[in-house]
């Protein structure tokens, strides 16, 4: 499968994923990314590094995997407890071509303490760091929206300047001041579309995705989304894993086995949407918790919408909840209308929930497993075929699903470790914010 999407798709869809934890602070990202770029192009850096540092200003908040910690960090007197950067760091730094974001990422909540300020073993902090720190307190102070924003430039202006040295770096502060002579700088932080990195990229290293750095960004959208609870740290690889599985026996090739893995790893994005209370609550959902997780499938469909290229992956995990009796959610699709991709994938996905350790149940046997399976195709809600392969393949799915599991967390167990172990690191010098 020759896998040709732009970055910037990509990037923008996980800054859309990230931003549904909290909707409140929707348009934090956003802000952070266009003050970061106008710094970056006020100091004279490079056409490249303007937009490595937009691309960390969308994604800076990566590590704040729930509804508390996005809401807290957008709060100007800060202090950074749970260490989001840290976790933000690890999740980004496997992914190659934004190895330098997840690094001015790590430290973009450390103090400039007048050029003494260092990373984790005496690292050089880098300048983009620096830049994100201002940026992304500066958006803290604008977050009003119902005011006109030039009512709070010079209140904004003096804040940045007491910090000057002590918090914030000075070659920064100078060039914010120059920005904000601009009324247009200020305007149009209410009228902000996409980052404009989207319509700029045209540099070798921020161009096109292959199929090994591709699969990369999807698995760490599956991160982002597992990793909130320990109970779904591994729900979209064995997903994945037992759609992939299912594909093989009905006769799928090469490229569309790649695209229903992938799609397995992003079948539950719209997740971010939900509170972590509700994903872990250990007893039946509430008639209204239930109708918030429905609508799960609807923002994993609309998010991944606008990534050019990516339809068949879209429609295959966004589906998954779609009934061939037309009685599924979010479209109410029925019979021809949900694609074979899509009917495996909700097959996979009742089949890995069932065998499953969750907050409220202890997992399924296999004749409870099978039983929920077969129930469901006799009611017209999922494939009979799809299931028959299930019911003939079931200790080889599952044996599959088992090894997945184990695998993902694996991962999970280093990521929370290597968390811990930075944490304790970090927490050894001065990185947390001290405003007076």
Same mark, same amino acid.
């Given at each position: 499968?020759?896998?040709?999407?732009?970055?910037?798709?990509?990037?923008?869809?996980?800054?859309?994923?990230?931003d549904?934890?909290?909707?409140?602070?929707?348009?934090?990202?956003?802000?952070?990314?266009?003050?970061?770029?106008?710094?970056?192009?006020?100091?004279?850096?490079?056409?490249?590094?303007?937009?490595?540092l937009e691309?960390?200003?969308?994604?800076?908040?990566?590590?704040?995997l729930?509804?508390?910690?996005?809401?807290?960090?957008t709060?100007?007197?800060?202090?950074?407890?749970?260490?989001?950067?840290?976790?933000?760091?690890?999740?980004?730094?496997s992914?190659?071509?934004?190895?330098?974001?997840?690094?001015?990422?790590?430290?973009?909540?450390?103090?400039?303490?007048?050029?003494?300020?260092?990373?984790?073993?005496?690292?050089?902090?880098?300048?983009?760091?620096?830049?994100?720190?201002l940026?992304?307190?500066?958006?803290?102070l604008?977050?009003?929206?119902?005011?006109?924003?030039?009512?709070l430039?010079?209140?904004?202006?003096?804040?940045?300047?007491k910090?000057?040295?002590s918090?914030?770096?000075p070659?920064?502060?100078?060039?914010?001041?120059?920005?904000?002579?601009?009324d247009?700088?200020?305007?149009?932080?209410?009228?902000l579309?996409?980052?404009?990195?989207?319509?700029?990229?045209?540099?070798?290293?921020?161009?096109?995705?292959?199929?090994?750095n591709f699969?990369?960004? !999807?698995i =760490?959208? #599956? &991160? %982002?989304?597992?990793?909130?609870?320990? @109970? $779904? /740290?591994?729900h979209?690889?064995?997903?994945?894993?037992?759609?992939?599985?299912?594909?093989?026996?009905?006769?799928?090739?090469?490229?569309?086995?790649?695209?229903?893995?992938?799609?397995?790893?992003?079948?539950?994005?719209g997740?971010?949407?939900?509170?972590?209370?509700?994903?872990?609550?250990?007893?039946?959902?509430?008639?209204?918790?239930?109708?918030?997780?429905?609508?799960?499938?609807?923002?994993?469909?609309?998010?991944?919408?606008?990534?050019?290229?990516?339809?068949?992956?879209?429609?295959?995990g966004?589906?998954?909840?779609?009934?061939?009796?037309?009685?599924?959610?979010?479209?109410?699709?029925?019979?021809?209308? !949900?694609? =074979?991709g #899509? &009917? %495996?994938?909700?097959?996979?996905?009742? @089949? $890995? /929930?069932?065998?499953?350790?969750?907050?409220?149940?202890?997992?399924?046997?296999?004749?409870?497993?099978?039983?929920?399976?077969?129930?469901?195709?006799?009611?017209?809600?999922?494939?009979?075929?799809?299931?028959?392969?299930?019911?003939?393949?079931?200790?080889?799915?599952?044996?599959?699903?088992?090894?997945?599991?184990?695998?993902?967390?694996?991962?999970?167990?280093?990521?929370?470790q290597?968390?811990?172990?930075?944490k304790?690191?970090?927490?050894?010098?001065d990185?947390?914010?001290?405003?007076?």
């Open positions: 499968m020759a896998t040709k999407f732009q970055y910037s798709n990509l990037i923008l869809s996980i800054t859309e994923a990230i549904l934890i909290s909707p409140i602070v929707a348009n934090h990202h956003k802000l952070v990314a266009y003050i970061s770029y106008n710094l970056a192009k006020q100091l004279g850096l490079s056409t490249e590094e303007q937009i490595e691309i960390a200003g969308s994604l800076h908040d990566i590590g704040g729930t509804r508390l910690e996005r809401f807290d960090s709060r100007f007197e800060y202090k950074d407890s749970n260490l989001h950067t840290e976790k933000g760091y690890l999740l980004l730094r992914v190659k071509p934004l190895s330098n974001v997840a690094k001015m990422i790590r430290y973009h909540h450390q103090n400039w303490f007048n050029g003494k300020c260092v990373g984790i073993d005496n690292q050089l902090i880098p300048l983009g760091s620096h830049i994100l720190n940026a992304d307190r500066v958006s803290a604008i977050s009003n929206e119902d005011e006109n924003i030039l009512n430039v010079e209140e904004v202006i003096r804040k940045v300047k910090y000057e040295g918090v914030f770096h070659k920064i502060v100078e060039a914010f001041i120059e920005v904000a002579k601009k247009s700088f200020w305007l149009e932080m209410r009228y579309e996409a980052p404009s990195f989207i319509n700029k990229i045209n540099n070798h290293h921020f161009d096109s995705v292959n199929d090994k699969e990369e960004f !999807i =760490l959208i #599956s &991160r %982002i989304i597992d990793f909130k609870s320990r @109970f $779904t /740290a591994a979209s690889a064995t997903v994945a894993t037992c759609a992939e599985s299912i594909a093989k026996y009905l006769g799928f090739n090469k490229d569309e086995l790649k695209m229903i893995r992938y799609a397995g790893y992003i079948h539950d994005l997740k971010l949407a939900i509170p972590t209370e509700i994903l872990e609550k250990p007893s039946s959902l509430s008639k209204e918790e239930f109708a918030l997780m429905r609508s799960h499938t609807f923002h994993t469909n609309r998010v991944l919408s606008k990534v050019v290229g990516f339809d068949t992956i879209r429609i295959w966004a589906l998954h909840h779609e009934k061939l009796n037309g009685k599924g959610y979010p479209f109410g699709l029925k019979d021809k209308d !949900i694609p =074979l #899509s &009917r %495996i994938m909700a097959v996979a996905d009742i @089949f $890995t /929930a069932t065998r499953e350790k969750r907050s409220y149940r202890e997992r399924m046997s296999k004749e409870k497993t099978l039983n929920v399976l077969v129930s469901m195709a006799n009611a017209y809600e999922i494939d009979e075929k799809v299931v028959d392969i299930v019911i003939n393949n079931f200790d080889e799915i599952d044996k599959a699903r088992e090894k997945a599991y184990r695998n993902a967390i694996l991962e999970y167990e280093k990521f929370t290597e968390f811990e172990t930075s304790n690191s970090m927490l050894n010098f990185s947390i914010l001290n405003f007076d």
